[in-house]
């Protein structure tokens, strides 16, 4: 079993930046790949980004492409998400998740740990 715990949302202008932090409980994260997903009002949940367990493979949604990084320290129990250039439509609560396949995948069915969420909200 593992346990995610976001932290880093909150809010800020357009144009800013956040870094969100998703610690993990277990002794087995090192072998997961990390996702993060977030969820709009009013709309479904969608892949932002993920990295592989080592962190030697990462993938991107084109809406943050070139706007965001993943990295992860295993040795922490940590996924970070640094996310440059923020829009109001990045506004959304953002989560992280787990996969014990360890490819960095898009589709959450993919994931099988989920935290509850951090709140992020960028005003125009």
């Known amino acids: 079993q593992v346990q995610l715990v976001e932290s880093g949302g909150g809010l800020v202008q357009a144009g800013g930046s956040l870094r969100l932090s998703c610690a993990a409980s277990?002794?087995?994260?090192?072998?997961?790949?990390m996702g993060w997903f977030r969820q709009a009002p009013g709309k479904e949940r969608e892949f932002v980004g993920a990295?592989?367990?080592?962190?030697?493979?990462?993938r991107y949604a084109d809406s943050v492409n070139g706007r965001s990084a993943i990295s992860r320290d295993n040795a922490k129990n940590t996924v970070y998400l640094q996310m440059n250039s923020l829009k109001p439509e990045d506004t959304a609560v953002y989560y992280c998740?787990?996969?014990?396949?360890?490819?960095?995948?898009?589709?959450?069915?993919?994931?099988?740990?989920w935290g509850q969420g951090t709140q992020v909200t960028v005003s125009s």
């Open positions: 998740a787990a996969s014990t396949r360890g490819r960095p995948s898009g589709g959450q069915f993919d994931y099988d740990y």
């Open positions: 277990g002794r087995t994260f090192s072998s997961y790949a």
């Open positions: 990295i592989s367990w080592s962190g030697g493979s990462t």
